[in-house]
């Protein structure tokens, strides 16, 4: 769901082997592709920057308009600053060359306050469009306390993605009072409905 829009649903996330078929939905109200790439576990070299590149290339090519990334979170967590940037600038250069932007996932849960500010440094200098706390596999999701973090820590041109526990449509605005711009939810359905129920509850009932 994206607070800049007016539409019910304006983004999706989908595997890198489906964003082919999700493509044929452009034009419609779902009208955008993403694709994961880089992951929690992956070893940062040159090699494995390579194929960052590489597969999140492929996806654009077949269609995709946003790649997401995890951070690296063992690198992060043993202080190799160089090698989280290098790998997110790898996503970032290959994202800009088709003209794409990137959302870097950071699943704060295996975070602590100073790794998840040094993610957000590392991030914003790379040039990703997004911080996003979490895949919503990670035993914890987005909370308040992390979001605010996120959005001091990032200048105003880099946008917060809050992910994982977003089911409620109250849990939906608190999480937007504190300047997150879009919310990755699987309870989408149930919020919009709750909206629409509150949004016709405050209407004037017609007369005649």
Known sequence: MDSESGQDLRADAVAAHSVPAFHRLAGTHVDRAGKGAGGRCVKSDDYARAGFFNRSH??????????????????LK??????????????????HAGSAIVKVIFENAYLDDAEKELACRLSEEAGAAFVKTSTGF???????????????????????????????LDALLEVMA?????????????MLEDFKARKAALEPAAVG
């Open 58 to 75: 492929r996806a654009l090519e077949q269609g995709a308009r946003e790649v997401d990334m995890v951070i690296n979170i063992g690198a």
């Open 78 to 95: 043993s202080g190799r600053d160089g090698d989280v940037g290098a790998d997110i600038k790898a996503v970032v250069d290959a994202a």
């Open 138 to 168: 990670a035993p914890s999701g987005a909370t308040i306390a992390d979001l605010k973090l996120m959005r001091r820590c990032v200048g105003s041109h880099v946008q917060v993605k809050a992910a994982g526990g977003i089911r409620t």
């Open 178 to 190: 504190v300047g997150v711009t879009r919310i990755g939810a699987t309870a989408t359905e149930t």
